[in-house]
């Protein structure tokens, strides 16, 4: 994603089991590599890390 990934748009590097497909490679974005999640963020399940994710989304778009 040469202009960075919008919000609300699904990254072109998440597989079908939402995980990354450039992790651990040099080419993974410095941001996603410097971000450390927090247990706020990523709650008791997938189901609150998503809602958590759209609401930032949303507040950033
Ligand atoms: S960590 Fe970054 S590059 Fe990897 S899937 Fe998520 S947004 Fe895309």
Request: charged share 25%; hydrophobic share 35%; with cysteine.
């Amino acid at each position: 994603m040469p202009d960075g990934k919008p919000a609300g748009v699904r990254c072109v590097h998440l597989d079908a089991n939402n995980a990354c497909e450039l992790f651990g490679l040099p080419s993974r974005p410095r941001f996603c590599i410097e971000l450390r999640p927090e247990p706020e963020m990523c709650g008791e399940d997938s189901t609150h890390a998503l809602s958590y994710l759209a609401n930032l989304e949303e507040i950033t778009r």
